[in-house]
C-alpha cells in the first residue's frame, strides 16, 4: 500500500498544473493590437492576423508583413490566416487571398476563381486542397484548379465562415445564419436547430478524436457523434454577470489532452468575454481579471506543448500550464480530515497556533483557485465545504504548501 500511495502521489504531483497568462501587444512586436486570427504552423511559429497586417513570432522575434514592406499582400486587414502542409502562408481579407511562398507574394481574387474576395476563414483537407471559406460560399485551390460551391449549389446566405474536416475526409461548413453543413463530396446535409443544435448561427466546428462534433454557436456549444446523431448542449460554458446569460461562442479548440477550449464574447449588454476550458466534468472560465489581455475574444490557437494562445481586439494572451514544484506538494505545517472527503474537510495546523490570519486556498486538479478560508489568528483550524465541488482531485494550499484532497 505505501509503494502504491507514493506512485500515486508522485503521478498527481508531477501532473498538478497552474496556468500562466503572458499578454503580447503593440508595445511587444505585435504589429496591431486588433486581432482577428491566429494560427500555429508546423514549427510551433504563431501567425497573427491583424488590422494592421501579419505578426510572426517565432517564441523570440517578431516579423512584420504589411503592405509597407510586403508589396504583394494585397491589405493590410486581415480576416483569416493559415500556413499549409508545404509552408505557404495564405492571409486572407475582404480583397482576396494572398499566399507567400518563400520570398514571393501572390494574390488571389474572383478574376481568378474565388467564389467572393470577401474571406472568413481557411483550412487545408486531407488530399491538399485548400478551403477557402467566403461570404459566397467556400471555395476549393488545387494546384491547378478552382471549383466552389455558392447559392446555385446549396449554400445559404450568408456564406460560410469555416471548415472542418472529420477523419474520413467529411467536410462541415459552418455558416453564419443557417446551421452546420455537411459535404460528403456529394451531397450538401444541414445539421440545424430542429436536428438539436442549440442555435443555427453557427461560428465554429471542430472535431475531436472520436469524430464527435463540437459546434460554437451564438447560445452556446452543440455535440454531434460520428454520425451527426445529437448527443448534449452546453448552454453556459463562462459565467456572465447578469442579466446577461446566453453564451456566444466565438472559435473552439482541443488540446492533445482531449480538454475543450472555448472563446466567448457578449457585446449587447455589456462587453464582456473570455476563454473557458472544459475537462469533461466541468467548465472553467478565464478573463481580463485572471490575466486575460481583453474580454473581445475573436479566434483561438493550440500549441504543441497545449499553450492557448487567444486572439483579441487588444492583443494576444498565451494561456500556459507549467509543472508545480513538487517540494510545494509537501504538507509540512498542517493536515486534513477526513481524507477522502465527501462533505467538510477540517484543515488544522500541525502544532503552532498561527501569530496571523492565514489563508487557506482551494485548487482544481488543473491548477484554478475554486475556494479560501482563513485561519484567524490564535487558531489553528479551520473547514471547507468540499460537497459543492465535483467529485475528483483537488489540492489544498497553506503558506506555501499543498497537499492532495480526494473528493466522493
Do not use: C
Not at 501572390?106 to 481557411?122: E, M, P, Q, S
Not at 503552532?352 to 487558531?379: C, H, M, P, Y
Amino acid at each position: 500500500m505505501k509503494n502504491l500511495f507514493t506512485f500515486l502521489f508522485a503521478f498527481f504531483a508531477i501532473s498538478l498544473t497552474a496556468q500562466t497568462f503572458t499578454n503580447y501587444t503593440e508595445a511587444d512586436g505585435l504589429v496591431g493590437n486588433s486581432v482577428s486570427s491566429v494560427f500555429v504552423d508546423a514549427e510551433d511559429n504563431l501567425w497573427f492576423g491583424t488590422n494592421r497586417g501579419i505578426s510572426k513570432f517565432d517564441g523570440t522575434t517578431w516579423t512584420t508583413y504589411n503592405m509597407d514592406n510586403s508589396p504583394g499582400l494585397v491589405d493590410n486587414s486581415i480576416t483569416a490566416i493559415f500556413v499549409d502542409k508545404d509552408g505557404v502562408l495564405w492571409a486572407g481579407t475582404d480583397f482576396g487571398v494572398s499566399t507567400l511562398d518563400g520570398n514571393t507574394w501572390k494574390t488571389y481574387t474572383v478574376d481568378d476563381g474565388l467564389a467572393d474576395n470577401r474571406v472568413t476563414g481557411i483550412n487545408q483537407g486531407a488530399e491538399g486542397i485548400i478551403w477557402i471559406s467566403n461570404k459566397d460560399g467556400v471555395t476549393l485551390k488545387e494546384p491547378n484548379a478552382w471549383a466552389s460551391l455558392i447559392d446555385a449549389d446549396g449554400i445559404p446566405f450568408g456564406g460560410v465562415t469555416s471548415v472542418s474536416f472529420d477523419s474520413k475526409n467529411s467536410k462541415y461548413f459552418s455558416t453564419p445564419l443557417s446551421g452546420a453543413i455537411k459535404f460528403d463530396g456529394v451531397d450538401l446535409i444541414d445539421i440545424i436547430e430542429a436536428d438539436g443544435l442549440l442555435s443555427d448561427k453557427v461560428r465554429a466546428i471542430t472535431i475531436d478524436a472520436d469524430d464527435n462534433k463540437w459546434i460554437a454557436t451564438s447560445d452556446g456549444i452543440s455535440v454531434f457523434d460520428d454520425r451527426d446523431n445529437f448527443l448534449t448542449n452546453h448552454k453556459f460554458v463562462f459565467t456572465l454577470p447578469p442579466p446577461d446569460s446566453i453564451n456566444p461562442v466565438e472559435d473552439i479548440q482541443i488540446d492533445s489532452k482531449g480538454r475543450v477550449w472555448a472563446g466567448i464574447y457578449v457585446d449587447y449588454l455589456v462587453t464582456e468575454g473570455g476563454v473557458s476550458m472544459y475537462d469533461g466534468n466541468t467548465w472553467v472560465d478565464y478573463d481580463v481579471s485572471d490575466g486575460l489581455v481583453g474580454p473581445v475574444v475573436r479566434e483561438l490557437a493550440i500549441d504543441s506543448n497545449d499553450d492557448v494562445w487567444v486572439a483579441t481586439s487588444t492583443g494576444v494572451t498565451k494561456i500556459s500550464f507549467g509543472s508545480v514544484n513538487t517540494n510545494d506538494l509537501l504538507p509540512a505545517s498542517f493536515e486534513v480530515f477526513p481524507n477522502p472527503v465527501a462533505d467538510r474537510l477540517n484543515i488544522q495546523l500541525k502544532s503552532q497556533f498561527s501569530n496571523q490570519d492565514r489563508q487557506v486556498k482551494v485548487f482544481n486538479a488543473f491548477g484554478v483557485l475554486v475556494g479560501t478560508s482563513i485561519i484567524s489568528k490564535g487558531e489553528i483550524q479551520t473547514s471547507i465545504e468540499m460537497g459543492q465541488y465535483a467529485a475528483g482531485f483537488y489540492f489544498v494550499e497553506v503558506s506555501g504548501h499543498k497537499v492532495k484532497v480526494v473528493v466522493e
